[in-house]
C-alpha cells in the first residue's frame, strides 16, 4: 500500500514542487560545494570546516530555516529596526515577509 503512494505521489507532480529544497545525503544540497573541496584539497582542517558546515546547516533546518532565510534573519538581528537607507516619508515599519 505504501509503495502505491509513493507512485501515486511520483505521477502526481506539481509546478509548485519545483521550489522544495534540494537534498544531497540528507543535508542541503548547498553544502555539495564542499565535495570538490574534498577531492582537491584533502586535509584535517578541510575535514573540520565541512562538518562545521554541515552541522550548521542541520542546526539551521532543526530551527526551522532555510540557508537564505538564516541570511535575512541575521541581516535583521544585525542591523536593528532602523532602517538609514530610507528618508523619514517613505520609512515603513520592517516585515520580513520571507
Known amino acids: 500500500m ?12 506539481h509546478w ?4 522544495r529544497t534540494i537534498r544531497f545525503m540528507g543535508f542541503d544540497a548547498r553544502v555539495a560545494f564542499l565535495v570538490p573541496v574534498w577531492l582537491v584539497y584533502l586535509r584535517w582542517s578541510t575535514i573540520i570546516l565541512s562538518f562545521l558546515v554541515f552541522y550548521t546547516f542541520k542546526f539551521l533546518e532543526n530551527k526551522g530555516l532555510t540557508f537564505p532565510a538564516a541570511l535575512r534573519a541575521l541581516r535583521c538581528w544585525v542591523l536593528g529596526r532602523a ?8 520609512a515603513h515599519k520592517f516585515i520580513d515577509y520571507g
Not at 505504501?2 to 511520483?10: D, F, G, Q, S, Y
Not at 509548485?16 to 521550489?19: F, I, L, Q
Not at 532602517?83 to 517613505?90: D, H
Open 16 to 19: 509548485r514542487d519545483t521550489m
Open 2 to 13: 505504501k509503495e502505491l503512494e509513493n507512485i501515486e505521489a511520483k505521477m502526481n507532480w
Open 83 to 90: 532602517r538609514p537607507g530610507q528618508i523619514g516619508v517613505n
